[in-house]
């Protein structure tokens, strides 16, 4: 998460609370959608990774027997503009397989929901 709003309130609070939301909406969702999920947990990726680089991130995905890794930043640009960049990557081949960029409107609960589920209806299945 990155807020680049420049809004004076310290909204990270809130925004961790968020991004807690849509991470286990994304586990439930995902679940459903493709049968299986692992999840990394932040602390599990610090303690091998302690700079996040792509091919350590990769190689605890590896580690943890997934077959895609999804990567998920959100961008904060204004008040009612939020941005959200998807990777799914393939861990074996380490290309990307597919991609996503989102926009969407209003930082509340409920539009970081809808973000969540638009996503899930339309990532391509396997």
């Not at 679940?31 to 599990?44: C, E, F, H, L, S």
């Not at 943890?64 to 998920?72: H, I, S, Y």
């Not at 990777?87 to 991609?99: E, G, L, N, P, Y």
Request: proline residues 2%.
């Amino acid at each position: 998460m990155l807020d680049t709003s420049g809004e004076g309130a310290d909204q990270s609070a809130a925004h961790d609370t968020r991004i807690d939301a849509i991470k286990k909406a994304l586990e439930r969702d995902l679940a459903d959608r493709y049968g299986r999920v692992v999840t990394i947990q932040a602390a599990d990726v610090a303690a091998v990774c302690p700079v996040e680089g792509p091919k350590c991130l990769l190689d605890a995905a590896a580690a943890a027997g997934a077959d895609e890794a999804l990567f998920v930043s959100i961008v904060k640009t204004s008040s009612l503009i939020m941005r959200m960049y998807v990777q799914i990557v393939d861990v074996r081949q380490r290309v990307v397989a597919q991609k996503r960029e989102l926009n969407f409107r209003g930082d509340t609960d409920e539009s970081w929901r809808r973000a969540e589920q638009f996503l899930v209806r339309n990532l391509r299945t396997p």
